[in-house]
């Protein structure tokens, strides 16, 4: 009778890393909220894509930041940038506005995906360990 070792019984599933890339970003001293390439894959990041950038008006307590994708031709729409790889929105007045101390703090966010019965968005969820 022949032995039969797990690894003849177990099928495996080889899991790549590039799909496990934690999406999040960062506001940069320039002002500059900058993408990992997590979050730009996420948020399928090109020079021609425009975002709105919202708060959450009804809870003063929320830290949160939310991306709305918008079209260009819509008014208060941020067009995404790119220097190199590296994709990135121009905030720094809305940062000064909101009185983040984003020059002597680091500040970083996690991106998840929100999906609702008649909208979809971005929401950036202040990460742990940031002021």
Do not use: W
């Not at 496990?20 to 320039?30: D, F, Q």
């Not at 067009?79 to 506005?97: D, I, M, S, W």
């Amino acid at each position: 009778m022949k032995k039969i070792s797990k690894f003849e019984i177990m099928k495996f599933k080889i899991l790549d890393p590039k799909d496990n890339v934690e999406a999040k970003c960062s506001i940069h001293k320039s002002g500059k909220l900058g993408f990992s390439s997590g979050a730009a894959k996420k948020l399928s990041l090109e020079t021609d894509r425009f975002f709105h950038v919202a708060i959450n008006e009804e809870d003063p307590n929320d830290d949160s930041l939310y991306l709305i994708r918008a079209n260009e031709l819509e008014e208060k729409a941020f067009n995404v940038l790119k220097a190199g790889e590296y994709f990135y929105l121009n905030l720094k007045h809305l940062f000064e506005q909101m009185g983040l101390k984003y020059q002597s703090e680091s500040i970083s966010y996690t991106v998840r995906e929100v999906k609702e019965e008649d909208m979809a968005y971005y929401h950036l969820m202040r990460r742990e360990g940031d002021d």
